[in-house]
């Protein structure tokens, strides 16, 4: 393999998401609605197409192109049916909590999830700790997603680990913060198509190198385990009952997503954008992980002291000429771009607008929206920076916490958003305690492994966290009927 050649359409693609990050960011000069609302939520004005972009590329991370498809190659289609819950996200999140989200958003001029909350809950201790959860789980989760990434990127395109992470990490860091949630929209956007594309470009080189389709399944079918649903007992009924949980329904939980519902322009951009978003997620899901099994035809055996996160690379480098190389690079490389990006600016708006800002509205003097403008700029740096320096050299507690960091945020906001939205009888103490001990019993279950009968410890997050907030709720004080006027007008 050329590294030159497989090195190009990687830089080419490096540059030119720079270069949407600073069009962004002259582009939102012109809004009219503020500083504020311009960086963390693009004015309110995505389109349905761009909308459904910039979810499915937060959704998809490298795991999704990597560590799922290696699963896959290891379990055979019996992952592919597991992965199919996630074809929902995007219905789920737009369909239930995502017009309603936007409404009151609008309502209240929200820029961020945590606005929501502190309004229907009138608790700021609930809004700091609510902060505090999404900047410590996000950061974990950029550490793994850098570091994915960066070992991907060293075994395809044969560069060092920290050379390649410092590159890509400095140009998703540098467009996140100067263009804002603009910049990470159309970034986003470019990402998903490149990796409907990629898709494309492996299940080619898969085909052709194996034989074809009948080529390739003449081998899997050598392995009868491969073709089973439960994966000869490997994938139980209860893991994939909880894993649906997880990465299904409760998806409803995820702030990097829900945050999305305050930025799409009409009713009609979010209709056609839970069309467009369950195609391609559809699309991406389904197919890498399909694709995955198929490899199984051509990858006959894991690497040498490696795990089946290396069967991708390893697919890429055997089976691609150099340039179409580069290019299946950039498709993981994107889903690991799209999803930091998506987090950064997240974790940024919870520093500045929901602590910062909040804070400093109680101060005689107020920053003004130049100061607001260097402040969020830096954060964003800072956030990034901070998560690159740890990913040089990850130490295993980052990469443990970030296994568990997506039932972490949904054991913390899950029944936040749902019953907050939907149960007139949800108030802060419910939320409080459902929030502090659904992480809490959660993390530790996860820790001490508990046994589970082959369930995921999300089941411990999510119902420890709706027990106690229907006990809260029951026992607190109930809230206040203005706000409940806000959030449900029709039943009053």
Known sequence: MNTILTLTPIFIFLVVLLGVGFFARQKGKDSSGGF????????????????AMTFVATYTSVSSFVGGPGLAWARGFGWVYYATIQVVSVMMVMGVVGKKLAIIGRKIGAVTVIDIIRKRYSSDILANISAVVIVLFFTAMMVAQYTGGANLFAA????????????FALVVVIYTSVGGFRGVALTDTICAVIMVLCIGVIGFAILNSGGGLAG????????????????????????LLSQWLLCGVCTLGLPQSLVRSLSFKDSRALHRAMIYGTVVIGLMMVGMHLLGVLSR????????????DAIMPTLIVQTLPSVLAGFAIIGTLAATMSTVSSLLITASSSIIKDLWLRYSSKQASRPNDKQIQRFSILVTLLIGLVSLIIAIKPPSV?????????????????WTFLLGLFWKRA????????????????????????????????????????????????????????TLRLFFPEKF
């Open 156 to 167: 395809a395109a044969n560069v060092d680990y920290n050379a390649g992470l410092i590159l």
């Open 36 to 51: 504020s609302n311009e960086y963390f939520i693009g004015s309110r004005s995505l389109g349905g197409f761009v909308f």
């Open 427 to 482: 108030n802060k103490t419910g939320a409080i305690l459902a929030m502090i001990g659904g992480v809490v019993l959660y993390c530790a279950s996860m820790a001490l492994r508990l046994p589970l009968g082959g369930s995921h410890q999300i089941v411990i997050g999510i119902g420890a966290s709706f027990v106690l907030f229907i006990a809260g709720s029951l026992l607190g004080k109930p809230q206040d009927e203005k």
């Open 398 to 414: 980052i990469v443990w916490i970030n296994l568990f960091a997506f039932g972490g945020l949904e054991s913390a906001f899950f």
């Open 297 to 308: 035809g051509v990858i006959t055996e894991i690497p040498a002291g490696k795990t089946t």
């Open 216 to 239: 390739v399944m003449k081998k899997i079918n050598a392995e009868p385990v491969l073709l089973e649903v439960q994966s000869g007992g490997y994938l139980s009924v209860p893991f």
